[in-house]
């Protein structure tokens, strides 16, 4: 609370100042931290900025309970919790390509109950259980793992399919090949706090917005 009560008086002397602490996940940590950092610091170089990695569920309740100042996270359910979305992150079906599937275009819902499917541990994996859920889909699921290297890794070795986001792929490919669903599929990817946020907080959460939230 002092630290709140210090950031909003050192902001109505026209200073930006004090520490955010934010939540993510790695495909964020890897694509958009980067960035962020860079071009945050470079308006509040006031401000510093601390961030651990976590799953969703993980993230969400931290910063619930105060101790995380906000987190990326893609749509949460159910909680007290402000979701401010960003981006629409596509969902792909990936293969080996020794798999008998990895010439199709695009991949039935229904086939993810064909093959055996390799999963994100719970906490990692809200989007794809909201897929299952939405499409009323089965899945035949022989693993689950929270490592995407690991995934990807069994995948390549055509071991089963798995079910990863685009921004999860964007630096890796390989030997795997990734097709796209007949019906839209996605992830929101957004940034999640509580009403009680401080100006310094706010103010990271506006430059997020300005980098990376979708035009519609």
Known sequence: MNNI????????????TGCIKIGTFSSVTTNWMPTIFK???????????????????????????GE????????????N?????LKRDPLYCIVSEASPLHKQKKRKMSQLEEYPLIQPEVGWDNEIYE??????????????????????????????????????????WHHIIP???EKEA?????I?????????????ISKVIELYQDDE
């Open 5 to 16: 009560l210090f950031e909003e008086a050192a902001a109505l002397v026209g200073m930006e």
């Open 39 to 65: 071009v945050f610091k470079q308006s509040y170089p006031g401000i510093s900025i601390e961030f651990v990695e976590d799953d969703f569920d993980g993230l969400e309740d931290r910063v619930i309970a």
């Open 68 to 79: 995380l100042d906000c987190c990326f996270t893609t749509k949460p359910a159910g909680k």
């Open 81 to 85: 919790i402000e979701f401010i979305p």
């Open 131 to 172: 897929l299952f859920h939405r499409h009323h889909i089965e899945p035949n699921v022989k693993y689950k793992i929270s490592d995407d290297h690991s995934i990807f890794s069994l995948v390549e070795a055509n071991i089963g399919i798995s079910i990863r986001p685009g921004l999860v792929l964007k630096h890796y």
């Open 179 to 181: 097709l796209e669903f």
């Open 186 to 190: 996605y992830r929101v990817i957004g």
């Open 192 to 204: 999640a706090h509580t009403d009680q946020a401080s100006p310094a907080t706010k103010s990271f």
